[in-house]
């Protein structure tokens, strides 16, 4: 910078104006401290400017689940993750992609936000056991969640519940009466507000619910499936809290000799791009994975006091396809 000053003649100060994109300086005095800086090959020091400016220009983006879930055949991560790396390369920022699923790496994340080392934390697939929601709502940065959270923090979620219901709905239009859900892990809010959603629907109907529980993953929907189908043979429809547990009770339910639809129809939640390349098809509710990834991103980067809610709840819609 000493340099740079030199060379256009300008105070220290002044170079520090101008690579720091204030207006309050001549064009002309601008204009030389610019080719100063392209002459010279000046780097602002990032380290030194963050002392100054208390900004890191860096966001976090926690994910609680191991590696191989989260570079496993399940599109929602490395969509957000897409999706946020994007949204804030055009704001100026950097996303920190970090992996927090055993407790010594839940610290280690305490620690580097605690540090200032990022302006902000976007959390993804928090379970309800995760003490990172609890921890970071104590901070003093912003942070909001892709899901509705367990504790009090500002966040981007889809209508779960009702995305469930007029799944469950779409089934009993259609004339099935024995409704099963694979329900996804019910330590997570998406799990349990799919499984609210699919017995609000069967209460409202007046019929039994028939539940196994999933992990998300599409083993444990052909796991489920198999112990549906041994509980209750005669059972004509099931809705899969997500896309790739339905694909697992697709296997299932071919291996076991059950057509979809005419002998069990088959509901999915997510709507991710397999589900078009099932056989059948797959029915299914969009979740609108983008938007709530976007949306995320603008709300972590809005002061708190300028934003119109600290909650927003995007739609979902019914996808009609073969399988149901």
Same mark, same amino acid.
């Given at each position: 910078?000493?340099?740079?000053?030199?060379?256009?003649?300008?105070?220290?100060?002044?170079?520090?104006?101008?690579?720091?994109?204030?207006?309050?300086?001549?064009?002309?005095?601008?204009?030389?401290?610019?080719?100063?800086?392209?002459?010279?090959?000046?780097?602002?020091?990032?380290?030194?400017?963050?002392?100054?400016?208390?900004?890191?220009?860096?966001?976090?983006?926690?994910?609680?689940?191991?590696?191989?879930?989260?570079?496993?055949?399940?599109?929602?991560?490395?969509?957000?993750?897409?999706?946020?790396?994007?949204?804030?390369?055009?704001?100026?920022?950097?996303?920190?992609?970090?992996?927090?699923?055993?407790?010594?790496?839940?610290?280690?994340?305490?620690?580097?936000?605690?540090?200032?080392?990022?302006?902000?934390?976007?959390?993804?697939?928090?379970?309800?056991?995760?003490?990172?929601?609890?921890?970071?709502?104590?901070?003093?940065?912003?942070?909001?969640?892709?899901?509705?959270?367990?504790?009090?923090?500002?966040?981007?979620?889809?209508?779960?519940?009702?995305?469930?219901?007029? =799944?469950?709905?779409?089934?009993?239009?259609?004339?099935?009466?024995?409704?099963?859900?694979?329900?996804?892990?019910?330590?997570?809010? =998406?799990?349990?507000?799919?499984?609210?959603?699919?017995?609000?629907?069967?209460?409202?109907?007046?019929?039994?619910?028939?539940?196994?529980?999933?992990?998300?993953?599409?083993?444990?929907?052909?796991?489920?499936?198999?112990?549906?189908?041994?509980?209750?043979?005669?059972?004509?429809?099931?809705?899969?809290?997500?896309?790739?547990?339905?694909?697992?009770?697709?296997?299932?339910?071919?291996?076991?000799?059950?057509?979809?639809?005419?002998?069990?129809?088959?509901?999915?939640?997510?709507?991710?791009?397999?589900?078009?390349?099932?056989?059948?098809?797959?029915?299914?509710?969009?979740?609108?994975?983008?938007?709530?990834?976007?949306?995320?991103?603008?709300?972590?980067?809005?002061?708190?006091?300028?934003?119109?809610?600290?909650?927003?709840?995007?739609?979902?819609?019914?996808?009609?396809?073969?399988?149901?």
């Amino acid at each position: 910078m000493e340099a740079v000053a030199a060379r256009a003649r300008v105070s220290r100060a002044t170079v520090s104006r101008v690579v720091n994109g204030r207006t309050t300086v001549d064009p002309e005095i601008r204009d030389a401290v610019l080719r100063a800086v392209a002459e010279l090959g000046y780097v602002p020091n990032s380290a030194a400017r963050s002392l100054v400016t208390r900004q890191t220009d860096s966001i976090a983006l926690v994910v609680s689940e191991p590696p191989t879930r989260v570079f496993s055949d399940d599109p929602l991560f490395s969509l957000v993750v897409r999706t946020v790396s994007s949204e804030l390369e055009a704001a100026g920022k950097q996303a920190v992609l970090m992996l927090a699923s055993s407790p010594q790496a839940q610290a280690r994340v305490e620690d580097y936000v605690s540090g200032g080392h990022v302006d902000g934390v976007m959390l993804l697939s928090m379970h309800g056991a995760d003490p990172l929601p609890g921890a970071v709502a104590r901070m003093d940065v912003p942070a909001v969640s892709y899901g509705r959270p367990a504790v009090d923090l500002p966040h981007v979620d889809n209508d779960n519940v009702g995305g469930a219901e007029q =799944a469950v709905r779409h089934l009993s239009g259609v004339g099935r009466r024995r409704i099963a859900a694979i329900a996804g892990p019910q330590d997570m809010t =998406a799990g349990q507000d799919r499984l609210t959603g699919y017995r609000d629907a069967l209460r409202s109907a007046d019929r039994r619910a028939i539940v196994a529980v999933g992990d998300f993953t599409r083993a444990s929907g052909a796991t489920a499936m198999r112990h549906l189908l041994e509980d209750d043979p005669g059972l004509d429809a099931v809705f899969a809290a997500n896309d790739l547990m339905a694909i697992g009770a697709l296997q299932t339910l071919r291996r076991a000799g059950r057509r979809v639809p005419d002998d069990v129809a088959v509901v999915g939640f997510d709507d991710i791009e397999a589900a078009s390349f099932t056989d059948p098809p797959l029915t299914t509710v969009r979740h609108p994975v983008v938007e709530q990834a976007t949306a995320m991103v603008g709300l972590v980067l809005t002061p708190p006091e300028e934003r119109e809610s600290d909650r927003v709840v995007l739609p979902t819609e019914l996808v009609v396809r073969e399988s149901a």
